[in-house]
């Protein structure tokens, strides 16, 4: 994250929206999150002082990506959108959807979930962020990680970005477990992978520059880097 932000101090590109707060802002920024650090075992959660509730904000992810249930308060919920997806008059599990095809064939390359529902948020005055995940099992000398690349077609990098990454790690653990039983009966070990983001357009707005340069000033990047 320290990253992200020295990242988008130094290029990013100022945009400028009527009626919004300026951005600075870069294409098509990818992240890695390697380990299985979670919310609950953070490393250094000091570094996170100057988001507003970032705890309660964490949570209220983490049950946003684990949970069918609509969000209260808010115009969308990616886990209503991931785990009872509304198609042509059907109710789908697409997470139940990318745990079966990894079960049955574990180098599928469908084991994919879209948040972006076409009939609901292409006019709504709010969509989600994050419009797709995709899960990979990647096989490692004797064992298979599980990895997951989400996409997400516009990114606050500084308030939003560790809470996305929290509630997608969970939301990554919850199929892990799911199918690790499946892999033991095949005499196949399956652990941890990678979390990678792709944010087509990565930034901060501009209320948030202080509160970035304030964060690398008191966590410098040498002594915090993971």
Not at 102 to 118: E, Q
Not at 147 to 162: L, V
Request: proline share 5%; with cysteine; hydrophobic share 35%.
């Amino acid at each position: 994250w320290l990253d992200i932000l020295d990242t988008i101090l130094r290029f990013g590109r100022e945009k400028i929206i009527p009626g919004e707060d300026f951005k600075l802002d870069i294409d098509n920024l990818r992240a890695i999150v390697p380990g299985e650090e979670d919310y609950k075992t953070m490393v250094n959660p000091e570094i996170f002082k100057y988001i507003p509730d970032f705890e309660a904000g964490v949570q209220r992810y983490v049950k946003q990506f684990t949970s069918p249930n609509p969000l209260e308060g808010s115009a969308y919920s990616y886990g209503e959108e991931l785990f009872a997806h509304k198609a042509g008059g059907r109710i789908i599990n697409q997470i139940d959807y990318i745990i079966r095809k990894l079960s049955s064939n574990p180098h599928t390359g469908r084991a994919f979930a879209d948040t972006w529902n076409v009939g609901r948020h292409m006019e709504a005055p709010e969509g989600p962020c994050l419009v797709g995940v995709q899960f990979s099992a990647i096989k490692d000398r004797e064992r298979y990680r599980l990895n997951i690349k989400t996409r997400f077609k516009t990114h606050d990098m500084f308030s939003a970005w560790p809470s996305n990454v929290f509630g997608l790690r969970e939301l990554q653990k919850y199929v892990l477990e799911r199918l690790q039983e499946t892999f033991h009966k095949n005499g196949l070990n399956l652990e941890m992978g990678h979390l990678l983001t792709v944010s087509e357009s990565a930034h901060f707005y501009g209320a948030q520059v202080e509160n970035a340069q304030n964060t690398l000033r008191e966590f410098p990047l040498d002594k915090h880097r993971t």
